[in-house]
Structures are given as structure tokens and as C-alpha cells.
């Protein structure tokens, strides 16, 4: 009833299907592998009374690197879990997404770890799962008994146990639901430099590792529906239990989920068989969920390159597991939301296209995620907004009775709040809070981008971020390879000012600091003409009218705007400033009186942390605000029927 | 108005002769006799909802006003505008405590136009005319302590009843989910919270009654409330029903309106107008019916022996 009160005007029709993706790119020679760093062939058997896995596997491991290689990193994440002395659970920061103490702790334990083949050895004994006095168990140091040179391949045999925690950070089980992520022993990432990118799991960190193969094996009982990271390449039931074996190349991580529960819902989209599994009575919401992907993954593909794998698997966790919900796995995703989200509210869509949009920039791109987020969640953060803004129109966030907010200016407004706090470009756990790191890392990241956008237009903005991920496929981009590209597409000055806003915390401000409007006249004063002095009081009109518009920039950053002037019969004219300098004095001269003037009248610069100062009005002209008087004032009748009738 | 039977009269002393208040038959108290005691009602409303909308108003004229079309951006497909000064907390509490006791302020002394609109749809002048708004308001006055500590009583039963069951939903929701899905968990629990609303709006019938019998008999809260039980028991359903339908109406009428102004827009000044003339019209059908189960009470009440 409120909303209803509350509720304007039509807004725009939002788009009807899916739109042209605005750019076209040449994808002829787009990569369609990576280079295969490691294989894990693995298996992995539930007990879910327990909520135990007993995993056993291999790791084939190459060293691509031109550097000789004395030791390896396993990260064993599951341990993030297992008691309040590790990282994850000590470090101070609240405020962005999930809880930190499980109901129920979870812990992963290596019983076996060797060396196969010629150089056969016991690896477990001297490894070190603890360094010095930090009791964090989460990343594991392996010496080699022999160097590992470059070109070299070498074969770990593994046997692990995992217990799960209740659900908590992506993983972990609750009731006969389990959601398996971060399960196994996972080798780092071994960067170009011989070094080693291993790091604790952190609160607000994910992951970065090398590309490979992975096999895996799961076993579960035989009433629970499988689903897993990659195309089931063999599925059998017997003896009580349900036995699928799931293969996939070109990825970096594995996860799968086992619930007796599941109901599914199949498609093939754009080539690629697409399963939403989802329980009971959330109906709704998978297909809602279906119709996004229905949506995106064509869309994506256009802009960011073809998605190259053969299956796509939506998980949506029951609202009691929701912790589980919203992350990204190669080719598996997990939703979120209750069942009966109002289709107003585009939480299921934004989630759904958010976790999808993950696997072109975690799961394709694969950058750093610890150490640089914003290359992952802040771009994969623009991209959902610009996908759903042009799948929805103006209404992207919510859509109910004409009142629309888009997506953009949710990331744009929760943004402000953070933009002095912090760079946004800097290490995962470098954030002070986790507030500040989900304000700056998805929303400052993709309202300068969309700002950008804006500025630059989109088939530019398309064609920059286009290159950037079919360059960069596969290949782990840094920053700088992400600001290259921007420089070389859209200029040296929006390379600039991406670095300015990214790593110092750059921000502007444009205002209309005053208008002037008077009627012209001959100008007063004391003249001496003819040989005779003469003194005028006040001019002679000249017809029409003529006055100033000042706007001010404050801020390290600087953006082309329009200047709107709008004059007494509501007509408008506008003017463009290319932004540099501090300030900016239109001169106005004309038959009708200015009434007013707005910089940047069509919001380009999202970036612009006071939009309310881009207006101004001449001394003559006065304030408004009926519509919204007549709107409270309603409402306020409402509300008065209500409590005080 | 051939049909109005004063019957006892109940106003001794009045200032004036032609201010006694004299009770009107059972049958004749309907809400569609006292047009301009409804619009007195709705004007109250309006002017208390303008009471508290001004600083709201005046507060987005400052920030956002200065726009050559006034405030438009708030209303700007995206919301950018309408986000940014709801996300701002500047300003923010002082305009909410401004509400929040205008609020406070106007439920209480709305009680007077309450209980003046209550006698007028119970009595007539001695001529058989409406009665005069004096006289209303001076016997709106006399029940002011009785209606207040009726709001006092009743307000907090309700709000307990709606705190409980948002307890006893929760519990049974959670207390289903390893037994059924999340949805049907979530439906019985929600179900057990229709219950407990609608047993808390069973508690504002009976308030309402209580305030009818507040007047009719001049009674004390307590007494007044004894009253409006004895006048509901032979038919709870019956009664909440004739509440509700009313109160459902109303609903749709905001709902209608709503529609109505989402599909045609607000371009211009005159759309403005037009748009705030059926706002008005939605508030006075609401009052409206509102005056009407009010009506209906006080024939309930009128009907029971005190």
C-alpha cells in the first residue's frame, strides 16, 4: 500500500528479449584453451549423516615457468573453518557477506601426500601446514626432495578427509543440502616469475590458481542428485550408492553439490546445456533464474567472447543455506533468494547474472582475486549492470508501479558512501572493512566504468572491455594489462583517469555555483562623449536578455560535460565543457530570460558524488518541490488512515 | 429526512437550543447523511498529512529543487536522484522525529475529529439536521479521556498481538523446515500470522465499538469497552466482516488510484493537478467508508443495553 501510494509515473518499457550486444567483434581467432598447468584426477565420496568427504587423487603439475622450482604451496581452505585461530576467523572484518564462526566447524586433513614416479617420495612428513607461531592451517608449504626445472612435470598422490562445516563462506552442508566448494588440496598459482601466489584464506579474499583439467569422481548415496563443475561424462547407480564422474579442461577449480532434494529445470542455450537445480516450491525463482541466463549468456558472448564450455549449472541453495548462495565455480554458479521474491525486485536476476558474468572474468580471465578483486568482482560488477540495464531498462534493481531504480545507480549511490575511505584497487585483505570493500571493490569499480561508458559511449566502452577479455583469455591480466587496454581503445585520458579513480581514490564534483539572468541594456556609468561628459543611471534596454552560468569542478578527476541552460519558456540550449580547469563561465545572451541551467543533465558522470548541486536557478526564479508535497502529503494521508484513523 | 426518529433526549444543557443533540433511530445512522461532516474529516486528514509532509517537502526543495522543472529528477526513470537523498542521512533524522511527532501529535488529537464525526452519525440537530460541528467537538471532548485510554489499551493489545505472532510464525516456520520445503514451512508460518493480524484487527473492530459506545452512552473506557463486547459477541465474524470489506475497498481504491496515475504520468503542471485531485478523491472515498463502518457501529452499540 505504501509502494502504492509512493508509486509515479510509466517508466520506459524495459527491452523485449534479447537486445543487440552493441559491439561486434571478429571472434575467429578467439582462444579456446588454456595453457594446462595441472590436472587433478580425483574422487571424492559423501557420507551425508557425517557431512564427511573422503577425497583421493592425483595432481600433475608442469612447471611453464623459466624458473627453477624448489617447492610447492597447496592451499588447504576448508581449514579456514576448523577452529578461531586461523585467519580467516581472526581477522576484524564484518560488514560484508556471511559469518565467520560456523555452527559446526569444518576441517580438511591430509593423510597421504607422495611423490610418484622416478623420484618417488613421501611428501606429508616435511610438510609444513603451520608456519612458525601463526596456527592458520589453510596454506601449506611443500618442500621438493629435487628441484623442479622448467618444462618439468610432476605427479602428487593425495588422500585427504574433509569434514564440512555448516554452511558458511560458500560451503559446507546443512540438513541433507551440501554445497562442496574448496574441498580438495588445491595447488597455488605459480606465477611467470618462479613465484609462488599462495596466500590464507582470507575473510574477504577468493582465488587465483592455474588452468588444467580436472577429473573428478563423486560418490554419493543414490537418492541425492549430483550437481558439479562440468559435463558428467559418466553416471552410474549401484549398490545403494549414485557414481558420476564430471571432466572439464581449461578451468581452476571444481565444486559440486549432492542434495536428495533437488528438482531441475534443463535448457540448451546458445549451445550449452544449462541446469538450474533448485527444491522444492522454488519453482519461480529457477525459472526466473533461467530466463536470465536465457538472456546472458548470448549477450555476454557477444561482448566478452563465446562461453567455451559445453554445460552451465545453477545452483539456488534453500533459504536456509543461503550462505551458499552467490558465488562462482567454473562452469557452475549458485543463486540465492527466497521463493517468493516479487517480481519487482530484481534480486534473483541481479544474482543470477552477477554469478554468470564470473565466469568470463574469474573463471576465463582468472586475475588475481587477492590481490587485485576489483579485476574480478568490480569489472564482472559493471558488466552485470550494463547487461541488466540493457535487459530492463531503468528499472534494473526495481521495477514496481513506475518507480524504477537501475543497477547503476545502486552501485553508483552505495559507492558514495565509501569513495574517501579507501583505494579500490588494493589486496583483498587490505580492506579495513568489509563494507568498504563491497562498496568500492563491485560498486566504485563499476560506477567508474559506467561512467566511462558514458562519457566515451558504448561502442567504444564496448569495444574496450571486448578486447580486454578476448586479449586476456585465459592468461591472468594484472592492472595493468586492464588499464593498457583502456589507454589504447578509449585514450590516454580515460587511462588516466581509470588510474586515478582505481589506485587514488580519485572523485569530482561539478556544480552550478550561480546564474545570472537580466535584461540587456546599455551600460551606465559616467561617459565622456563629444567633448561633454554625461552621466547614465541606468542603461537603455536593448532588447532581450543576458547574463552567466558559473560551474565549478572539485576533484582529482575531470570528465566532458553538457551545460544545460533552460530559459523562462522551458526551451532548452546546451553547451559542452571538456571539464579541465576548475571552472567554467558561460556567457548567455538571447530574447528570453534564463531560468536555470544543470551540468551533466544526462547523469554521465555517475562518478559525481553530489549530483544534487548540478542545478541552479536565477535570483528570480524559485525552488520547487510540489510534486513531491503532493506525493508525501498522499502518502502521509495513507498513513494516517492506517495508524490514526 | 423524514425517516430520522429523535428518540431520547440525550443533550441536557446545551449553550443554544438549536445545538442540543438528540439521538437518531437506529436505522437512520448512516454515513451518507453527514456529507460535510465527511469532508470535515478528510480535510482534517489532509491538512495533518500536509503537517507533515511540508518539511519533507521544503528539505528535497533545498537540495534538489533548484532544478529548472522543480523537483522532476526524484521522480527520473533509474531513481539516481531519489536514491541519492534517501542514501544521504544528512537531514534525515531531524525530518524523521519532525514526522514521527506530528505523527504521535495528530493520532491523539485526531481523536476529537474522530469523536465528533462518531456523534454526528448518531445524532441530528432538533430540526432533524446534521448536527452543528460545535456540538459534535463539545461531546467529541467530554469522551477525550475515555477515547484516549481506549487508544492507550487497545493500541498495546494489538501491538502484542502482532508482535506474538510474528513469533509464533517464525517458530513454526522454523520449526517445519527439516520437515516440509521452505516454501510450504514459510506458508504455515505465514499462515499463523494471518491468524494473529487478523485477531489484532478483530481487537481495531472492537476499539472502534468501543469508541461508539464511548459516545452513545457517555461512558468511561472501561465501561464503553464492556459495552462494544457485549454488542460484538452474538456475531464476531459478522461484525470484523463489515470492517473488512470496507477496509478491502479502501485498499482497492488506493490500488486503483495508484494504477491510474502510473499509467497516465506526470508530464506537467496539469498532470500534477490532475494527479493530486484523484489522490484526493481515493482519500475521500476512503474516508468515506471509513464513516461508514463507523456508522454501522454505532448502530451495533445503539442496539446494546449499556
Given at each position: 500500500v505504501v509502494a502504492a501510494a509512493c508509486a509515479g509515473e510509466s517508466s520506459p518499457a524495459a527491452a523485449d528479449g534479447a537486445p543487440d550486444a552493441g559491439v561486434a567483434f571478429d571472434d575467429a581467432g578467439l582462444a579456446t584453451g588454456a595453457e594446462q598447468v595441472v590436472a587433478y584426477k580425483m574422487k571424492a565420496t559423501l557420507d551425508p549423516v557425517a557431512h564427511t568427504v573422503h577425497g583421493e587423487g592425483t595432481i600433475s603439475f608442469t612447471n611453464k615457468t623459466a624458473y627453477t622450482v624448489n617447492d610447492l604451496w597447496l592451499h588447504l581452505y576448508l581449514n579456514a573453518f576448523k577452529n578461531q585461530k586461523s585467519v580467516f576467523v581472526r581477522e576484524?572484518?564484518?560488514?560484508?557477506?556471511?559469518?565467520?564462526?560456523?555452527r559446526d566447524w569444518g576441517s580438511i586433513d591430509l593423510r597421504k601426500l607422495r611423490l610418484t614416479g622416478a623420484d618417488e617420495a613421501d611428501l606429508l612428513e616435511k610438510t609444513e601446514i603451520k608456519h612458525g607461531a601463526d596456527e592458520d592451517e589453510t596454506d601449506a608449504h611443500v618442500p621438493l626432495p629435487k628441484p623442479l626445472q622448467p618444462g618439468e612435470t610432476i605427479q602428487l598422490e593425495m588422500v585427504w578427509d574433509d569434514k564440512l562445516p555448516s554452511v558458511v563462506e560458500r560451503t559446507g552442508y546443512e540438513g541433507s543440502f551440501h554445497f562442496v566448494g574448496q574441498w580438495f588440496p588445491k595447488l597455488a598459482r605459480l606465477d611467470p616469475d618462479g613465484r609462488w601466489a599462495h596466500f590464507p584464506f582470507h575473510h574477504l579474499a577468493e582465488f587465483y590458481s592455474d588452468f588444467g583439467s580436472y577429473d573428478v569422481t563423486i560418490d554419493v548415496p543414490a537418492a541425492y542428485t549430483i550437481g558439479a563443475t562440468g559435463p558428467a561424462t559418466e553416471s552410474k547407480v549401484e549398490n545403494g550408492r549414485r557414481v558420476e564422474r564430471h571432466v572439464q579442461e581449461n578451468i581452476h577449480d571444481f565444486a559440486w553439490t549432492a542434495f536428495d532434494k533437488w528438482q531441475r529445470l534443463e535448457e540448451k542455450i546458445d549451445g550449452v546445456d544449462v541446469t538450474v537445480l533448485y527444491p522444492p516450491g522454488y519453482g519461480d525463482a529457477a525459472r526466473r533464474e533461467l530466463a536470465t541466463v536465457r538472456f546472458a549468456i548470448p549477450y555476454y558472448g557477444k561482448r566478452y567472447g563465446k562461453y567455451p564450455y559445453p554445460v552451465l549449472t545453477v545452483v539456488h541453495p534453500p533459504e536456509r543455506a543461503r550462505e551458499a548462495g552467490g558465488m562462482e565455480y567454473p562452469t557452475l554458479i549458485t543463486t540465492g533468494g527466497p521463493w517468493y521474491g516479487p517480481p519487482g525486485v530484481l534480486a534473483i536476476e541481479l544474482v543470477t547474472i552477477h554469478e554468470l558474468g564470473h565466469q568470463w572474468f574469474y573463471g576465463m580471465l582468472a586475475s588475481n582475486e587477492e590481490k587485485w578483486p576489483f579485476l574480478d568482482e568490480g569489472l564482472n560488477s559493471f558488466a552485470e549492470q550494463e547487461a541488466l540495464g540493457r535487459w530492463r531498462g531503468p528499472g534494473s534493481l526495481v521495477d514496481f508501479l513506475g518507480l524504477t531504480v537501475s543497477d547503476a545507480t545502486g552501485q553508483a549511490v552505495s559507492s558514495f558512501r565509501a569513495a574517501h575511505n579507501e583505494p579500490v584497487a588494493q589486496p583483498a585483505y587490505a580492506f579495513e572493512t568489509g563494507n568498504d570493500y563491497g562498496r568500492l571493490v563491485y560498486g566504485r569499480t563499476c560506477t567508474i566504468l559506467e561512467t566511462l561508458r558514458r562519457v566515451y559511449g558504448d561502442d567504444a566502452m564496448g569495444k574496450a572491455m571486448g578486447t580486454y577479455t578476448r586479449r586476456f583469455r585465459f592468461k591472468h591480466p594484472t592492472p595493468t594489462d586492464f588499464l593498457g587496454v583502456m589507454g589504447e581503445v578509449l585514450g590516454p585520458h580515460a587511462e588516466s583517469m581509470l588510474r586515478v579513480a582505481l589506485f587514488e581514490k580519485g572523485w569530482v564534483d561539478y556544480a552550478v555555483a550561480s546564474v545570472t539572468s537580466r535584461k540587456a541594456r546599455e551600460p551606465a556609468g559616467i561617459f565622456d562623449r563629444d567633448g561633454k561628459r554625461e552621466t547614465v543611471t541606468e542603461g537603455k534596454e536593448r532588447g532581450g536578455y543576458e547574463g552567466d552560468v558559473l560551474v565549478q569542478r572539485r576533484g582529482t578527476l575531470s570528465f566532458p560535460v553538457d551545460i544545460e541552460l533552460t530559459l523562462s519558456d522551458g526551451s532548452t540550449r546546451r553547451v559542452r565543457w571538456d571539464g579541465e580547469g576548475e571552472s567554467v563561465r558561460v556567457p548567455y545572451a538571447g530574447p528570453l530570460a534564463l531560468r536555470g541551467a544543470v551540468v551533466d543533465p544526462d547523469h554521465t558522470v555517475l562518478l559525481d558524488e553530489r549530483p544534487s548541486n548540478n542545478q541552479g536557478l536565477a535570483p528570480e526564479a524559485t525552488a520547487r518541490a510540489t510534486r513531491t508535497l503532493e506525493r508525501i502529503t498522499y502518502f502521509s494521508q495513507v498513513l494516517l488512515q492506517a495508524v490514526a484513523p | 429526512v423524514n425517516d430520522i426518529v429523535a428518540v431520547p433526549e440525550v443533550d441536557a444543557s446545551p449553550r443554544h437550543a438549536k445545538d442540543r443533540l438528540l439521538l437518531m433511530s437506529t436505522d437512520a445512522m448512516r454515513a451518507r447523511r453527514r456529507p460535510l461532516m465527511l469532508l470535515f474529516t478528510w480535510m482534517w486528514h489532509a491538512v495533518a498529512a500536509l503537517a507533515i509532509a511540508w518539511p519533507i517537502a521544503s528539505f528535497v526543495r533545498d537540495t534538489w529543487g533548484h532544478h529548472p522543472r522543480g523537483d522532476v529528477l526524484l521522480f527520473e526513470p533509474g531513481g539516481l536522484a531519489l536514491s541519492d537523498i534517501a542514501m544521504r542521512p544528512e537531514g534525515h533524522a531531524g525530518l524523521l522525529s519532525h514526522a514521527t511527532v506530528v505523527l504521535v501529535a495528530c493520532a491523539v488529537l485526531g481523536l476529537l475529529p474522530l469523536g465528533a464525526l462518531i456523534t454526528a452519525l448518531g445524532h441530528a440537530r432538533p430540526d432533524r439536521g446534521a448536527p452543528p460541528l460545535r456540538a459534535c467537538f463539545e461531546r467529541a471532548a467530554e469522551s477525550f479521556g475515555a477515547f484516549a485510554r481506549l487508544l492507550v489499551i487497545m493500541g498495546l493489545v494489538q501491538v502484542v498481538v502482532v508482535v506474538l505472532g510474528s513469533i509464533a510464525a517464525a517458530m513454526v516456520s522454523a520449526s517445519l523446515e527439516h520437515r516440509m520445503d521452505d516454501a510450504a514451512a514459510d506458508l504455515v508460518g505465514w499462515f499463523v500470522f494471518l491468524v494473529f493480524l487478523l485477531l489484532a484487527s478483530f481487537v481495531g473492530v472492537v476499539h472502534d465499538v468501543a469508541r461508539c459506545a464511548a459516545i452513545r452512552y457517555r461512558s468511561g473506557a472501561l465501561a464503553a469497552l464492556r459495552t462494544a463486547l457485549r454488542a460484538v459477541r452474538p456475531s464476531p465474524v459478522g461484525v470484523t466482516w463489515s470492517w473488512l470489506w470496507r477496509t478491502l475497498a479502501g485498499l482497492v481504491v488506493i490500488g486503483a488510484a495508484a494504477f491510474v496515475v502510473h499509467r497516465v504520468g506526470v508530464r506537467d503542471d496539469m498532470h500534477l493537478a490532475a494527479v493530486a485531485g484523484l489522490h484526493q478523491v481515493a482519500m475521500l472515498f476512503q474516508t468515506a467508508l471509513r464513516a461508514s463502518w463507523l456508522a454501522r457501529a454505532f448502530r451495533l452499540v445503539d442496539a446494546t443495553n449499556a
Open positions: 576484524p572484518v564484518g560488514g560484508f557477506r556471511g559469518s565467520i564462526n560456523p | -
